[in-house]
């Protein structure tokens, strides 16, 4: 089994408890003796650990002699924190924390890959190839937005692996109407809307055998504090910060995020896709009456959504009243 540790750049587990053990404590001075001993290294080595912390932006201030303390509590989503919100869950016994990576997805893949169990979450505080769907990029500005991966090794066909991406989709939009009070936009199959921007998106893979799935690897992206955005997404992106002029606890909504996923993962594997696909057509109003453009790799053509299959794919009624269930493909709304 894969630990923590041997994952290249994942975050040195002491970094992390100085991290914790610095934010548990607000802004109190806390002695370099007490962090030597709560963290398991020497009094000198405690001063490369704080200097390492700086450079990763977090504001530690304090010397040697008088101990240290925070400026400011950082939003950093060290594991010790997130498991601990978890704490019995599915989701709270293997975090892994990254200050900087290049994607988050592709570390789960690997993962997945090595044997790492069911329940994994890959966190990176940024991305420096974050992916979307389509190849297309995901900006992941430090410390802004979330950016996260679950691994999971559930007993599906692989048909049925892109259920999971509205179960994600489900998951943003509650964990952002209990953080915030918005009801925001499901666009089948995996972006999350505000006000007709984007605030979201889930980029699923799988490795699958004909009949049976290995291992899906779930990422999600949430833009939670970005202020601006820059090039094509200028127009087209919002974050939670954007839309309600304020600054929200990254932790605070990845762990309604996380509860919520793993309720509705759990009845998804009781109850089977019918759950997701009523669940999801309840939260989107996308789904079903809009006037849309399907772009497919074959054809592009105009209709009305018409509802989820039974598998969850999007029934689009088209111009000339004949049915088509949308595969894959680009589906945007016209207005
Ligand atoms: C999309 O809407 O195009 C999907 C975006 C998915 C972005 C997330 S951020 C965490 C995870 N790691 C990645 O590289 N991508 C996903």
């Known amino acids: 089994m894969t630990q923590n540790h041997t994952l290249p750049g994942t975050t040195d587990r002491r970094l992390a408890a100085l991290l914790t053990l610095l934010a548990e404590n607000g802004t109190i001075v806390i002695s370099g003796a007490r962090m030597a001993r709560e963290i398991g290294v020497s009094r ?7 200097e390492r912390l700086r450079e990763l932006g977090v504001r530690v201030k304090g010397q040697p002699g008088n101990g240290y303390f925070l400026e400011k509590v950082p939003d950093i989503l060290t594991p010790d924190l997130v498991r601990k919100r978890l704490r019995g869950s599915l989701f709270g016994k293997r975090v892994h924390h990254f200050f900087k990576t290049d994607s988050t997805n592709r570390v789960a893949m690997e993962l997945g890959h090595a044997g790492e169990p069911e329940g994994a979450v890959i966190l990176a505080e940024e ?16 410390g802004a937005g979330l950016y996260v991966t679950l691994l999971l090794r559930p007993k599906l066909a692989p048909v049925h692996a892109p259920l999971l991406t509205m179960l994600a989709g489900i998951s943003v939009h509650s964990a952002i109407q209990s953080q ?29 055998e004909p009949s049976q799935v290995r291992f899906v690897i779930v990422g999600i992206g949430v833009n939670v504090n ?28 990845l762990v309604k995020l996380l509860q919520q996923f ?7 594997l009781r109850e089977g896709p019918g759950y997701v696909v009523q669940r999801f057509e309840l939260a989107s109003d996308f789904a079903n009456g809009k006037k849309v453009r399907v772009s497919t790799g074959a054809e592009t053509y105009l209709g009305t959504t018409a509802g989820l299959s039974a598998d969850g794919l999007l029934i689009v009624k088209r111009e000339n009243e004949t049915m088509t269930t949308v595969l894959a493909g680009d589906v945007t709304e016209v207005r």
């Open 44 to 50: 000198s080595q405690v001063w490369q650990w704080v």
């Open 127 to 142: 991305q420096t190839d974050g992916r979307g769907r389509a190849g297309r990029v995901w900006q992941s500005e430090r």
């Open 180 to 208: 915030a009070g918005l009801a925001a936009e499901l666009k089948w199959p995996n972006d999350i809307l505000l006000g007709g921007k984007k605030i979201g998106g889930i980029l699923t893979e799988m490795h699958a």
């Open 226 to 253: 970005q202020e601006k955005f820059s090039g094509e997404l200028a127009g087209s992106a919002t974050s939670l910060r954007k839309e309600t002029g304020r600054l929200h606890s990254r932790l605070e909504l």
């Open 262 to 268: 793993e309720s509705d993962y759990n009845r998804f």
